[in-house]
């Protein structure tokens, strides 16, 4: 089984600029996930969707970050403008069942740098 | 508030000694209790996990000891090895409709088991 595939692997830019990552999931998981990982802290979660609806995004910060599921499957989430703490690793994770109620398997992340 | 308290930040371990890492928590809707390991330049992998109607759970070297009236609950790694080194979260996921499927993670452990 093909695991959660994340893109691009490392991202440079400079502050004020736009960034986008993507991901697909594991095949026929409904419920996908974005964390924020900074260095030395543990994994924030910034929105969360079963299938192509949003359930979660309590916590992203909607005036520069803005994420979406295509037809239930893969998923992107933009940064505009990025600043110098968006700087983390972004994690993307599924899990089989609606509401997420089964484990989560991560992808290998995508970690930004902001300069 | 929907915290998850853990502790130590790091630990060093010789090699075939117990490392122990602890968590607590504060919402008393959080119903199941992953255990997740990370490698450097890696996702977050499902280690182990618990629900709260148990007070422990072992699968292999790895344990997991709860205690409900507490909020409290840990790892332990029995004969621990070099390549247990890595870095542990805990985390907990709530059972309420508004907070289906989120986990919650703890600051992380960097576990060094030294040879």
């Known amino acids: 089984e093909a695991g959660v595939a994340q893109s691009p692997r490392y991202k440079i830019i400079e502050k004020r600029q736009s960034v986008a990552f993507w991901c697909n999931p594991i095949s026929g998981h409904a419920t996908l996930y974005w964390y924020q990982q900074i260095l030395g802290q543990g994994p924030k979660l910034l929105i969360q969707?079963?299938?192509?609806?949003?359930?979660?995004d309590s916590q992203l910060p909607k005036d520069r970050f803005s994420a979406e599921r295509l037809k239930g499957v893969d998923s992107t989430l933009k940064i505009q403008p990025a600043k110098l703490e968006d700087s983390a690793v972004y994690l993307c994770?599924?899990?089989?069942?609606?509401?997420?109620?089964?484990?989560?398997?991560f992808g290998q992340g995508t970690r930004l740098t902001v300069v | 508030q929907q915290q998850v308290k853990q502790s130590p930040q790091s630990l060093i371990v010789q090699k075939g000694g117990i490392s122990i890492i602890n968590c607590a928590y504060e919402?008393?809707?959080?119903?199941?209790f992953p255990w997740y390991q990370q490698f450097p330049g890696k996702g977050p992998a499902l280690l182990i996990a618990?629900?709260?109607?148990?007070s422990e759970k072992k699968e292999g070297r790895f344990t997991i000891s709860f205690n409900k009236s507490a909020k409290q609950f840990s790892l332990h790694i029995m004969d621990s090895q070099p390549g247990d080194s890595a870095t542990y979260f805990c985390a907990a996921r709530g059972s309420s409709s508004s907070n289906t499927g989120k986990l919650i993670f703890g600051q992380g452990t960097t576990l060094q088991v030294k040879p």
């Open positions: 994770a599924s899990s089989l069942e609606e509401g997420g109620l089964t484990e989560a398997f």
């Open positions: 618990i629900r709260p109607d148990v």
């Open positions: 969707f079963q299938n192509n609806g949003v359930v979660d």
């Open positions: 919402n008393t809707a959080f119903d199941y």
